[in-house]
């Protein structure tokens, strides 16, 4: 089964940035987002993560488009990694997403 009959959301390539950390640790690592969707999104990291672990990630938002706004803080589960990619790729599902935060993603995945 491909990717997209798994999803129920389109998926939507976009270049971004993200600011991350895992649940119960204090360290934070930068990744490249290569698309988003409305329930997750695939990034590129330097560091290999382990699948089921809980992040909370910070998308940078563009400033020509969002000039007055915060970065978007999204919580995920980590479903998928692929360690043979260069970076590595990493699949996440969101999880606890508000309206507001929902809202704000729509808003985000329009550009694209």
Known sequence: ??????????RYDCFGKTLN???????????????????????????????????????DLPRKEFPESSPIILHGKIKWVDEEATPVAVGIEFTELDQDTVNKLESFIKIW
């Open 1 to 10: 089964m491909g990717d997209d009959e798994r999803r129920n959301e389109k």
């Open 21 to 59: 950390q895992l649940k119960g640790t204090e360290e934070t690592f930068r990744a490249f987002v290569l698309d988003v969707s409305k329930t997750g999104m695939k990034i590129q990291s330097q560091i290999a993560l382990d699948i089921g672990s809980d992040i909370e990630i910070q998308l």
